[in-house]
DNA sequence: CACCATAATACCAGAGTAATACCAACATAA
DNA sequence: TTATGTTGGTATTACTCTGGTATTATGGTG
């Protein structure tokens, strides 16, 4: 399946003044994130890339080089190189803080929120103690379903001080976007993961067996000066999502 | 992505008394800053930029230089200078995310290592697909538990070239510090974490009930010239051992 | 005079790119 | 099954463009 819009010299935007390598690179990873490209889909060849390009065929090499190694293509030797990924999996990145929101939307499919409650309330000593405010304070309490093409993905509990959002009706489709447009903005996180075993009422909420494997996720997201602006609790099923970590070495 | 507009000389605002390097710098912060030249963007050569603005190439690298310090740009020889974030992603380090035996240590606990075996063979298609290597061509296949305070905590196999370790008795305490010391070290790696239920075989090994919930992990480890060095599988028993990630915000 | 800013020029080191050749693996046709 | 064509994979040589460094020279300011 080629799709010879995609691949055409005055797709690689001449203005840019990228090395040629990293325009496809962005070209390409750029038509995989829009749906143009789905998974599975098979790419021209190197050969035939480098003539509809006016590039070399070295140059093409070294672009696809990079788009296996953010793990967006696979290359068969003998048969082509591929969009990666068979039975569609969502996959998020750990290594920058995207809201679900925004996550879905770059993968083409339709984020959903369903609200299971919304409270302002008084801090107990536990929530006083996650959000580093004295207890009695006034938080706010956020407790919805994740979906993604309708079909549910996470339930969460957000947990954020009533100076940063007052009003739980306040939070429009992404809660961080909500924070940013109140002047708060979220720098950094800590995210604690491991598995469990769902309970009846998640199951439920989730559509899934109960007992079913789960990513269980706690994370604290703070502004720039270190002050905690959340504290949350998401469940997501193991059957449907999946995190991604980069590594390297030193900084 | 980038405007050639940015960068004539009238932009340069002649007006201003403030030295020609000095102008060039604020035109480019208040670029990066209004989001007109994004993170990752490539600025054009140092020689370009002199020409369209008429200044000399030594005013250009001074105003570069002041950029760099301000960490707003980022210099690559040979290559070009780019605005500072955006590809670059937080990469968190490798030893620091995935050193069992130290992580195990900062939580005051003993690691063990159990071995389930050890063999070199033929890379089947499957393993040959992963490596990036040809079938048939030789491999090292280890599977071990980790244990923590004599406790069983995960359950690990491992893939590697055999041109990368020839003999699996060769491994110490740790896989990454046997190859750093036969000249391969590991550069990057990229994990995928998902949620499972433990099969009975696992269950068995991890003694937890079958069907608990368990962080499924996998990993491919590569050198600096891309080339893989391990495909690795991990469960950890979700009960006995959480994650943590760091993240940033992306721009 | 000392220091800074700027220009022009020269050269070096690293990265990017092109053209070409050949090999290994796969796909397809006979 | 064999033969052929196409694919990715590797290598080599060569060239261009990039940032990096250095030198000499001139002008402006305190």
Known sequence: MTLPGIFSPDKLNRDDPAPAYRRLQTLVSEAIASGELKPGAALPSERELAVQLGISRVTVRKAIVGLV???????????????????????????????????????????????????????????????????????????????????????????????VLADPQDVGASLYETFRARGYKPARAVQHFTAINVDAETAKLLQIPVGSAALDIHRITRLEDGRIVESSRSIFRGDAYDFVAELGIGA
């Open 69 to 163: 190694e953010d793990g967006l293509i696979v290359q068969r030797h003998g048969s082509g190189n591929y969009v990666a990924g068979g039975p569609e999996r969502l996959v998020q990145s750990l290594s920058q803080l995207y809201s679900f929101t925004e996550d879905m939307k770059s993968r083409g499919r339709e984020a959903g929120t369903r609200w299971l409650s919304r409270e302002r309330a008084q801090a107990n000593a536990d929530e006083a103690g996650l959000l580093g405010i004295a207890e009695g304070e006034m938080v706010i309490r956020l407790r919805r379903l994740r979906l993604a093409d309708g079909e549910p993905i996470a339930v969460e509990w957000s947990l954020t001080p009533a100076s």
